[in-house]
């Protein structure tokens, strides 16, 4: 994917519990939101500081603050981001760094694996700290990170903390007037469908169920919506009349209530099955 950034959509960071309840680190040059996550495994504080700079995606300081980590010889499995993926590659950042006071041998050695595919072998691991990534890593639905330490390793297995982002094409965003009623839509329903999460137009192979969009320029727009015999059932929202770039709406064969809301502005609007 040649002319693609790193986009926003989605962005999930592991950050060990700490002590504040900051919503996020103000020191982060990326303005990146860090959501703190814990499981049933251990929690160990670090006892030497690392520098961000010292890492060309500078994480802050304070996510190397705790780690999540298994005894020596064992596996440490999370499931981490927690929900189910849209399909598609994403950045994936992970940051380790050995909790023990600086030694000639606070290190440990460990392979990750994500999703059962190695993402990196023989990982050593010291009290300065290390970064691995990947800047496309094909996920889908949940996802699973393995650490498992070699078997020489005098130390178990850890990871302080994580990125996960989706890539979207260079500039390239769905208006924002008809994200926002879709939206609406997914909250209105009783049982939208599973993928409707994130943009719904991007990536273009991987719209939600049910929608089609057309890119012009760099501004996708939603130009029909067929969710035929989906099983849905709630209400529709008023702002529906806000995709002025619908040419199809087919919401046959499902149990909507409520009132069908006005459809003056949908000027392009070609074909309409409600019933
Ligand atoms: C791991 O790195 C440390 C230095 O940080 C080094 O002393 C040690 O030998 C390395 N271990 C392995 C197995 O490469
Ligand atoms: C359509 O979107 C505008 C904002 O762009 C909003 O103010 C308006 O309420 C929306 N229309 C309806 C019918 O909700």
């Not at 860090?34 to 500081?49: A, G, H, L, R």
């Not at 996510?63 to 005894?71: E, L, N, P, R, T």
């Not at 059932?233 to 009132?259: E, R, V």
């Amino acid at each position: 994917m040649k002319d693609n950034i790193i986009g926003f959509k989605r962005f999930f960071f592991l950050w060990l519990s700490v002590l504040s309840f900051e919503p996020s680190f103000p020191d982060d040059p990326y303005y990146r939101l860090w959501q703190p996550f814990t499981d049933k495994n251990e929690v160990v504080s670090t006892q030497t500081s690392v520098s961000s700079s010292d890492f060309w995606n500078k994480p802050p300081e304070k996510a190397f603050s705790k780690a999540i980590a298994a005894g020596v010889g064992k596996k440490l499995e999370i499931q981490w981001p927690s929900g189910s993926l849209q399909s598609t590659r994403y950045y994936v950042s992970l940051y380790f760094q050995d909790n023990r006071a600086a030694s000639a041998n606070s290190w440990r050695v460990f392979s990750v694996a994500v999703n059962g595919k190695t993402f990196y072998n023989n990982l050593n691991v010291s009290t300065g700290g290390v970064t691995i990534y990947s800047a496309e890593w094909p996920l889908s639905g949940p996802t699973k990170i393995t650490l498992t330490p070699d078997a020489k390793s005098s130390a178990g297995p850890l990871i302080n903390a994580g990125e996960v982002y989706q890539i979207l094409p260079f500039g390239t965003r769905t208006l924002a007037k008809d994200v926002a009623v879709m939206e609406e839509l997914a909250r209105n329903l009783d049982n939208p469908p599973l993928d409707w999460v994130g943009d719904p137009c991007l990536p273009q192979e991987n719209s939600w169920t049910g929608v089609s969009c057309s890119i012009k320029d760099t501004v996708a727009r939603i130009i029909s919506l067929d969710l035929t015999n989906a099983g849905i059932s709630g209400t529709l929202p008023l702002t529906i009349d806000n995709l002025s770039a619908l040419h199809h709406l087919w919401l046959g064969g499902n149990k909507f209530s409520g009132s069908i809301p006005e459809m003056n502005s949908l000027l392009k609007l070609e074909t309409l099955y409600v019933l």
